[in-house]
């Protein structure tokens, strides 16, 4: 079935450094979700991402679509305490019928 | 308007009883999501509903764990004969449909601890 993988599982930065996490899927995918979750919280959306090599900017935040539809990335510049969490993206696969969200990827930011 | 809200938000029980779980969508969303997070992992699909039928129930760990969804609207998540291992958060979500282009709002969860 189709499989959703994030790299890295874990990432400590200084505050003010960059940070980027990689969403990779074994299948081609329709769309793409980002989803953040704070400590203590629930998933929230973030933004979503459907045409083929699509960027999409919000604030510090950029978000990727890969040409080929089975890659994403996030890259946050210059990060703030405020972006700890954890990070899923969900990727979309019309055959399957349904969403798979990665394992995620875990942001500890140290002021 | 309101989100979408789970009750209980805590639940601890002994090993061996049945639990109940509950998701109340939001209004007018067609598709509910049930998920399970363990401590520090991420999201474990477990089954999704839309309306009231529910096309993909592969993510159920065990034939303990069934799930029900009327009017539309609220769901039911059961555990039956409750293990140590099924304690996790268990998270709800909805979107106005099941289709490429809708994101999930998920609820606050519900925590599950059995002893």
């Known amino acids: 079935g189709q499989q959703v993988m994030q790299i890295p599982q874990y990432q400590h930065v200084q505050e003010g450094e960059d940070f980027t996490t990689y969403c990779n899927s074994s299948?081609?995918?329709?769309?793409i979700q980002w989803y953040k979750q704070r400590p203590g919280g629930h998933p929230v959306f973030l933004i979503q991402?459907?045409?083929?090599?699509e960027v999409k900017k919000q604030k510090r935040l950029t978000f990727q679509f890969g040409e080929a539809k089975k890659n994403s990335s996030l890259h946050i510049t210059a990060t703030q305490t405020t972006d700890v969490g954890t990070y899923f993206c969900?990727?979309?696969?019309?055959?399957?019928?349904?969403?798979?969200f990665g394992d995620g990827t875990t942001l500890t930011v140290k002021p | 308007g309101a989100g979408v809200s789970q009750s209980p938000s805590n639940k601890v029980t002994e090993k061996g009883k049945d639990v109940e779980l509950r998701c109340d969508p939001i209004?007018?969303?067609?598709?509910l999501y049930w998920y399970r997070q363990r401590l520090g992992q991420g999201l474990e699909f477990l089954i999704y509903?839309?309306?009231?039928?529910?096309?993909?129930k592969s993510g159920l760990p065990s034939d303990r764990f069934s799930a029900e969804r009327t009017g539309e609207s609220v769901s039911t998540l059961t555990i039956q004969r409750t293990q140590q291992e099924d304690s996790a958060v268990y998270l709800c979500?909805?979107?106005?449909?099941?289709?490429?282009?809708?994101?999930?709002?998920f609820g606050p969860g519900t925590r599950l601890t059995v002893t």
């Open positions: 979500a909805s979107s106005e449909g099941q289709g490429v282009i809708y994101e999930q709002y």
């Open positions: 299948t081609t995918l329709s769309n």
């Open positions: 509903f839309q309306g009231n039928s529910a096309p993909d």
């Open positions: 969900a990727g979309w696969n019309t055959n399957a019928g349904k969403s798979t």
């Open positions: 209004s007018g969303h067609t598709a």
């Open positions: 991402l459907v045409k083929s090599g």
